[in-house]
């Protein structure tokens, strides 16, 4: 069992895992950091992704992948004319917001408190980013897999917390199979 923090790594990582281990079943989830690693220590998970480092005895921790949160504004926006924004400056309005983002959630809560989130499930999400002159998210693996959505601009958003690095964690015990996966993303 694969768990993450975030929907963006199972992208590429369950299929990685599938093609390295034909023979096995590759699932997936997305839960809270906390959740995972103490799954990871209890043996739940085979491996999982988390937003930040772990250095613990037992655990194998290798880095991933960053991604880069954007706000995807359509043309008439005020402020899409910006180079970059804060989360602060779009709090207050209201905004598109996909739903099962993982750690992402509890990040636009705290620093977007007075926005009114419409979350929606992915395909009624890309019809209404599509019809609507409403405010929404975007990464650059997002950007990277699906395209860059039809007549919105992508402004870059400064904080720091929308900017991450993932990290791989597998039980370094008895884990040997895994060293040829940790080997072939490390090589990315």
Partial sequence: LVGSCAPAPLWEIPPLLSDLYP????????RENEVLL???????????????????????CVKYEEEHLFFSLPPAHPLSGSSALYLKDLDGEVMLLRNRLGFWNGIT????????FLVQEDSAFDELVKSSALP???????????GRMP?????????REAN????????SVGRSDLKHFFRSISDS
């Fill in 23 to 30: 023979d096995r079943t590759i699932s997936s989830e997305m």
């Fill in 38 to 60: 103490q799954g990871l220590r209890d043996g739940i998970y085979q491996l999982i992704i988390l937003p930040y480092p772990v250095e613990e005895a037992g655990i194998a």
């Fill in 109 to 116: 809560e705290e620093k977007m408190p007075n926005t009114r």
């Fill in 136 to 146: 929404c998210f975007t990464t650059d693996l997002a950007i990277r897999r699906e």
């Fill in 151 to 159: 007549n919105r601009l992508d402004i870059p958003i400064l904080d």
């Fill in 164 to 171: 991450v690095t993932y990290y791989c964690l597998c039980r």
